[in-house]
Nanobody, 128 residues
Framework: QMQLVESGGGSVPAGGSRRLSCVDSASASTLTTYCMAWFRQAGGEKREGVAA????????VYADSVKGRFTISRDNAKKTLFLEMSGLEPNDTAMYYC???????????????????WGQGTQITVSS
């Protein structure tokens, strides 16, 4: 079972960039395939999937709203998940969470109910 800890949040001007990190602080096996994802939740809104990655081969998938602006990646040796964000917009303001699920990502990747393990979240605020 992973234990996920996010960092990198903060205030960013519109058009700026930020990198979020999510470290697995438990000794989850690097031989196990996981779908790891970033979600975000703005005040009063549902939690939405932003991007996901398969830990075995690095296959990625993105929400349409962030394609071309955000990049998800993972350093398996360091057990760290990243989200590189650029061209940030005020509507990117949200609490960002990393999450993991056993197995490869499927069509369910953007649905939070399929992810049993979550970090505590890190806030991104984009000012116009």
């Amino acid at each position: 079972q992973m234990q996920l800890v996010e960092s990198g949040g903060g205030s960013v001007p519109a058009g700026g960039s930020r990198r979020l990190s999510c470290v697995d602080s438990a000794s989850a096996s690097t031989l196990t395939t996981y779908c790891m994802a970033w979600f975000r939740q703005a005040g009063g809104e549902k939690r939405e999937g932003v991007a996901a990655i398969d830990t075995d081969d690095g296959t990625t998938v993105y929400a349409d709203s962030v394609k071309g602006r955000f990049t998800i990646s993972r350093d398996n040796a360091k057990k760290t998940l990243f989200l590189e964000m650029s061209g940030l917009e005020p509507n990117d303001t949200a609490m960002y969470y990393c999450a993991s699920a056993f197995g490869r990502c499927g069509q369910w990747w953007a649905k939070p109910q399929f992810f049993p393990t979550w970090g505590q979240g890190t806030q991104i605020t984009v000012s116009s």
